[in-house]
């Protein structure tokens, strides 16, 4: 309304003023541009306020209902606070220094300490990143992604690790897998980040490989590192309460909204266009899990439909903001499809136990979605990349771009690299500073809730 | 602090034991309310006898389910009525299928009521 005043007020002064001074019409035009600018930040800024809040519901109550409900009603309340300490520990890692060496200008490889403690972090936006939102939504926005990128690793040492070697473990994994990689594909200057003085493109939307890729295969090696949990696989170690990771499941799709359609970091057509090839990617995700369950199964199951969505999610990450919005659906049903045979087939098979399928669901998924996303990334759908005649840039195998699915998997390899190594390290690092990863077994057959926190989930005679 | 005239005196009870289909319950509790038994104690068990558990799958995982989830009827009656109450039991939680439960009938040594201290047959 403010604008439309303006604009009326600036034409009916226009006859005056061309008996007036040239100044006062540029005074005009300039105040125009403020009101603009301001309208713009003002709708952007909500948008993203809220897409960082719809992020940050991802973990609680999302991802941690999502995941109690698939243990044993002894580890329930162990179980949600493994992402519940994330959203506490990772978000101050993160103010403190994270942010900083993930998105401040430092080598290829890592950023600097220039943002640390959100030092000249405020609200003036940062314009080489979001440059219509205030630098502190862009801070915090970004925050929730680091929160819970390694709540999604615990999944796979769920019901059987130690409660201070998982905070070590997740600090130092923030460190040696998270700030480096998000850096490298993100950050001004990453090597991966074309847009910023990258070497080689990586189109990453929402992290695909920053975050699925790395979290999915840390997921592994923490599986095998620290080991199956007792009894694993002979004991039955059923979900005790699919109704939980139902509702879990729900509070991820629409999260997800806000962590795909919000890295338009703009309440843009771009940001709808994530939107919707987010939701076809979760919607054929289902679908997916759901027709490869029916045929090697016999039944089409609830916890399929929602493993189904999640990995349909995870894998259509990379992608959301690159591709056209039914390309979403082709990643999702590749993610169901895909990610059921790693999941129900071949961890069987091998019997590591990745006790949540963090790696069966993220890793995979991720891995697809990189893959694809150089098959499909156009730049009908997102055309910020210039060549340097100012024309938009080519982006996938449909703009003829032939190369960027190799650029794709080098960057999945790179990120591959950095959570095997990385995961390894800071696990040892927790298990010598912590006496050891896993709780005892008498611990263990406990329970976490007992063991560790001296409470329990469920107290019915109380 | 028994009272004389409440002392123990044999009298022949039985405590009939009934493992039913959960579903049967509010058949089974009409239907001996209409002969009469108005004491009960169920209690929510899970076993099995010959019929067999079913499958679970969860992500491909298969889980046997062995123990499946029945309701037992524990209820003590004068030994001349017995025939009449299992009897009455049999009709009303039968559904001809495997899985129905089973009925298990004991000598009862004594009974006693704790408000008052009556004893054998009338205390049920």
Redesign the interface.
Known sequence: MKLVRLMAAACAALPLLNAQSQAALEAEIAKLKTAVAAAQTSGDNAWMLTAAALVLMMTGPGLALFYCGLVRRKNVLGTMMHSFIMMAVITLLWAAVGYSLVFGSGNPVIGSFEFAFLKGVGSAPNTDYAPTIPHLTFMVYQMMFAVISPALITGAYAERVKFNALLVYSIGWAFLVYFPVAHMVWGKGGYFNAYLGGAIPVFDFAGGTVVHITTGISALVCALVIGPRNGYPNEPMKPHSLVLSFTGACLLWVGWFGFNAGSALAANGLASSAFVTTHLGSAAGALGWLIAEKIKMGRPSALGAISGSVAGLATVTQGAGFVSPFAGAVYGLAGGLICFYMVAIVKNKFGYDDSLDAFGVHGIGGIIGATLTGVFATNVVNDALKLANGQAAPLGLVDGNSAQIGNQLIGAVVAIAFAVIGSYIALMIAKITCGGLRLDAREESQGMDLAIHGEEGYNLEA | MVKKDTIWKPSAMKKIEAIIQPFKLNEVKDALKDIGIDGMTVTEVRGHGRQKGHT??????E??VDLIPKVKLEMVVASERSEEVIGTIVKSAKTGKIGDGKIFVYDLGDAIRIRNDERGDAAL
Do not use: P
């Not at chain 2, 679970?56 to 995982?61: A, S």
């Open positions: 679970e799958v969860y992500r491909g995982r889980y046997q």
